[in-house]
């Protein structure tokens, strides 16, 4: 596929969703205002991801989700957590819908097969189809077959980067709780120095240096994401990590205006 598909792939990290400290905890205000940034920029071909935060895993870590399916009580855990994610995502969708987008929910579960807990698989066709008509698809992180595992978490950090190749996309903003890349933890470290643009090569070489999640997440914390966005980085596709939880700063990265972030490329 030669034709560009998709110009902006949007994540939404959990933490910036959801009251990440407590358990199936929306931040509605949040999801409210991004909704409204999002619609003001007025984004046309363009794919939104969100993470689990507080639903996904809280759920996914007390039953061990992500090592895969081992014992018979995984199987109440495997469809708690992808019901947490399908409420977590209406939330969303619902938001997006009452700020005139039309936006379409797209079950990641269904669309995406993997293989010890990487992508072997992407069914397209339905994605591809929404954007024609100029809907949003709106997936998120999710419980997923695994053809080895028997099941795992699959990331919306690795849904976005996938989605991004596959679909030739210009660009990946990563909405996050932070203002962007750190030296250093800035949760953790005071003089940790905000990094506003780094190279891929630089990137690798930072790697042992960033931080993982303190609250549970399955799936790495600001580490994992780095990790999944490399293969898009290093296909040419420009990624931005800016703090969505500041009131704004979607909308200006968005419209391509100077904003307060990371911007990552090769």
């Known amino acids: 596929m030669g034709e560009r598909v998709a110009e902006t792939v949007l994540k939404l990290g959990g933490s910036v969703i959801t009251v990440k400290e407590k358990a199936s905890t929306p931040d509605t205000?949040?999801?409210?205002?991004?909704?409204?940034?999002?619609?003001?920029?007025?984004?046309?071909?363009?794919?939104?991801?969100?993470?689990?935060?507080?639903?996904?895993?809280?759920?996914?870590?007390?039953?061990?989700?992500?090592?895969?399916?081992?014992?018979?009580?995984?199987?109440?855990?495997?469809?708690?957590?992808?019901?947490?994610?399908?409420?977590?995502?209406?939330l969303v969708v619902d938001a997006l819908i009452n700020n005139n987008i039309p936006a379409a929910s797209v079950q990641s579960s269904a669309c995406f097969l993997t293989?010890?807990?990487?992508?072997?698989?992407?069914?397209?066709?339905?994605?591809?189809?929404?954007?024609?008509l100029n809907l949003i698809?709106?997936?998120?992180?999710?419980?997923?077959?695994?053809?080895?595992?028997?099941f795992t978490i699959l990331s919306g950090d690795q849904?976005?980067?996938k989605l991004a190749i596959a679909l030739k996309?210009?660009?990946?903003?990563?909405?996050?709780?932070?203002?962007?890349?750190?030296?250093s933890d800035p949760k953790l470290d005071l003089e940790a120095k905000l990094i506003e643009k780094i190279s891929l090569r630089e990137?690798?070489?930072?790697?042992?240096?960033?931080?993982?999640?303190?609250?549970?997440?399955?799936?790495?914390?600001?580490?994992?994401?780095?990790?999944?966005?490399?293969?898009a980085i290093e296909r040419g596709i420009k990624v931005s990590i800016i703090n969505a939880k500041k009131p704004g700063r979607i909308y200006k990265a968005l419209k391509n205006k100077d904003v307060l972030g990371t911007k990552l490329k090769l």
């Open 29 to 90: 205000r949040a999801i409210r205002r991004l909704s409204r940034e999002i619609a003001r920029a007025c984004c046309k071909s363009m794919i939104m991801v969100h993470g689990g935060g507080s639903f996904g895993h809280f759920v996914a870590s007390k039953y061990k989700i992500k090592e895969g399916y081992t014992n018979p009580e995984q199987l109440f855990g495997f469809s708690k957590t992808r019901q947490k994610m399908v409420a977590l995502n209406k």
């Open 115 to 132: 293989e010890e807990g990487r992508v072997s698989y992407i069914s397209l066709e339905p994605i591809i189809g929404f954007l024609k």
């Open 137 to 150: 698809p709106v997936l998120y992180g999710d419980a997923v077959l695994d053809t080895k595992l028997g």
């Open 159 to 161: 849904i976005a980067s």
């Open 169 to 183: 996309s210009e660009r990946i903003i990563l909405g996050v709780d932070v203002d962007g890349l750190y030296t």
């Open 203 to 231: 990137l690798k070489k930072m790697l042992t240096k960033i931080g993982g999640a303190r609250t549970p997440d399955v799936t790495g914390g600001m580490l994992g994401k780095m990790v999944e966005i490399i293969p």
